[in-house]
């Protein structure tokens, strides 16, 4: 494989009406992405096991139904290459978590630069009650960022600071 260098994602739909994610205004930061449930069988996760579930049809749409802290492994009908790089951020959408209970538990999840793959999203049901996914409802959002490759060397690391205790940041409190 080839490394891409360009300014822009390359973006293959895996079915004929599949759209590129969007942003919902020049200001915002996340591109939605929206869940593909035809032709398609999400795999869900309930503690005791992980089982490919068939959408359902409800009031017209297509839905996939996640009972309380069941987690999915959502399609989205599209494969994509970006830049070198650039990673994609997937995050929750602040609407879907407080209206609906959605949560993205590995969030922020990573998509690299050089995965092939058909680009999904983990989803876990944080309501007390069954929820539903629509066909095409955006479930989370795609946020690009730029991240450097830097080398590891051996050596000793001795305090520089103050600082100690803590996990990383300016400690505990």
């Known amino acids: 494989m080839t490394a891409f260098l360009a300014s822009a994602v390359l973006f293959d739909p895996l079915y004929s009406d599949v759209e590129p994610p969007t942003r919902a205004t020049v200001g915002s930061a996340g591109y939605d992405l929206r869940a593909y449930l035809r032709g398609t069988l999400p795999r869900v996760a309930d503690g005791s096991g992980v089982r490919e579930r068939e959408p359902i049809e409800h009031e017209g749409e297509l ?35 407080f209206t609906k209970g959605l949560e993205i538990p590995n969030a922020p999840g990573t998509v690299d630069a050089d995965f092939p793959g058909e680009w999904m999203v983990i989803v876990k049901n944080g309501a007390t009650g069954p929820i539903r996914i629509a066909h095409g409802e955006r479930i989370a959002q795609a946020v690009l960022q730029r991240f450097e490759v830097l080398e590891w060397a051996p050596g000793s690391v001795d305090a520089t600071t103050d600082r100690a205790g803590g996990f990383g940041s300016t400690g505990p409190g």
């Open 63 to 97: 839905v996939l139904e996640l009972a309380p802290g069941e987690r999915a492994l959502v399609p989205l009908g599209f494969r994509a290459r970006l830049p070198v790089g650039y990673e994609a951020q997937v995050r929750p959408r602040s609407g879907a978590s």
